[in-house]
């Protein structure tokens, strides 16, 4: 079954604690980016992946990074998380460069509290 | 101007109304269009791409203007279940950089 899987699904930690979400795909997809999500403000992009080693800045990439060292998986990495960064962040994925209309896949999600 | 914008409603319709939306984009070099479909609290779900002719998938009706840039989804005979917030993605030139609306919330009441 084609899978993009966020891990964790829920997570309440405090400022400063360096926290990775993790994603990870099976559909040997080349395209990966992270979103949050903020009531009022829709999702806005953090970061994505046009395929291995290549990686971007979304609109919103501030206190986040990101890498990717094989294709299948692309974790975001807050170094130093504020209050400011609870938000539901959501992972996606999609066919990429081959394929203009490629719609993307989500994750289920995480929802990431900061205190 | 923000590169795409949605009414975000909310727009509350009765049982078997037709209903519709639409999202306006800035940059007139996008190249693809989607509507999402997003329930509460879970992960959107591609509802339908857009293509330049229009298309139509059951009940679900998607239009692009490029002359005025814009893109519309017109939902016929709604359901209960087709309650949800309907988001629109442009794709611009700059492939990475998918852009969403903020969605549009519709209710359907019995």
Do not use: G, P, S
């Given at each position: 079954e084609a899978q993009v899987t966020q891990n964790p699904r829920y997570l309440i930690t405090v400022t400063g604690k360096k926290l990775t979400v993790t994603c990870s795909q099976n559909m040997n997809h080349e395209y990966m980016s992270w979103y949050r999500q903020d009531p009022g403000l829709g999702l806005r992009q953090i970061y994505y992946s046009m395929n291995v080693e290549v990686t971007d800045k979304g609109d919103v990439p501030e206190g986040y990074k990101v890498s990717?060292?094989?294709?299948?998986n692309f974790p975001l990495i807050l170094e130093s998380p504020s209050p400011n960064q609870t938000s539901l962040y959501f992972c996606a994925t999609s066919g990429g460069l081959s394929s203009y209309n490629s719609p993307l896949h989500f994750g289920n999600g995480t929802r990431l509290t900061v205190t | 101007r923000k590169e795409v914008e949605q009414d975000p409603g909310p727009f509350n319709v009765p049982e078997g109304a037709t209903v519709a939306f639409n999202c306006t984009y800035s940059n007139s070099a996008s190249q693809s269009f989607f509507w999402y479909r997003q329930d509460c609290r879970k992960e959107p779900k591609l509802l339908m791409s857009v293509y330049s002719s229009g298309n139509e998938d059951g009940r679900f009706t998607a239009q692009l203007n490029r002359a005025s840039q814009y893109i519309s989804l017109l939902i016929r005979d709604s359901k209960l279940s087709d309650s949800a917030t309907y988001l629109c993605v442009v794709n611009p030139p700059s492939y990475g950089k998918l852009t969403f609306g903020q969605g549009t919330i519709l209710t359907v009441h019995p």
């Open positions: 990717r060292k094989e294709k299948r | -």
